[in-house]
């Protein structure tokens, strides 16, 4: 499956962003999602992952209250609403998708095997 990630930008602390993933080119409703964040000098961390069926998802404590992970099976596309940003938030995001992966591998980025290209968040203090 190909992903598309949009709706990253320039927004003050305290604000909001929503993200988008869309995918195409594979069954979209049969894959496990996730979101995944990397700051410059920094190793790509887990944010949030949500199970095909939208039955489980997963938070980085960093993030647990703030973030939301939701998904659109009917229009193949996946969304992290961000409220309450930080300047730590900063970072480049990407949106990632593979068939069922185990619950220890959740958090664990070589777990899937789709990636888009990312999109950049910038939270100014």
């Known amino acids: 499956v190909q992903l598309q990630a949009s709706g990253g930008g320039l927004v003050q602390a305290g604000g909001s962003l929503r993200l988008s993933c869309a995918a195409a080119?594979?069954?979209?409703?049969?894959?496990?999602v996730a979101w995944f964040r990397q700051a410059p000098g920094k190793e790509r961390e887990f944010v949030s992952a949500?199970?095909?069926?939208?039955?489980?998802?997963y938070y980085a404590d960093s993030v647990k209250g703030r973030f939301t992970i939701s998904r659109d099976n009917t229009k193949t596309t996946m969304f992290l609403q961000m409220n309450s940003l930080k300047p730590e938030d900063s970072a480049v995001y990407y949106c990632?998708?593979?068939?069922?992966?185990?619950?220890?591998?959740?958090?664990?980025?070589?777990?899937?095997?789709?990636w888009g290209q990312g999109t950049q968040v910038t939270v100014s203090s």
């Open positions: 990632a998708a593979t068939s069922r992966v185990i619950l220890s591998a959740v958090r664990i980025a070589s777990s899937y095997a789709s």
């Open positions: 080119g594979g069954t979209f409703s049969r894959y496990d």
């Open positions: 949500m199970r095909w069926n939208g039955g489980h998802t």
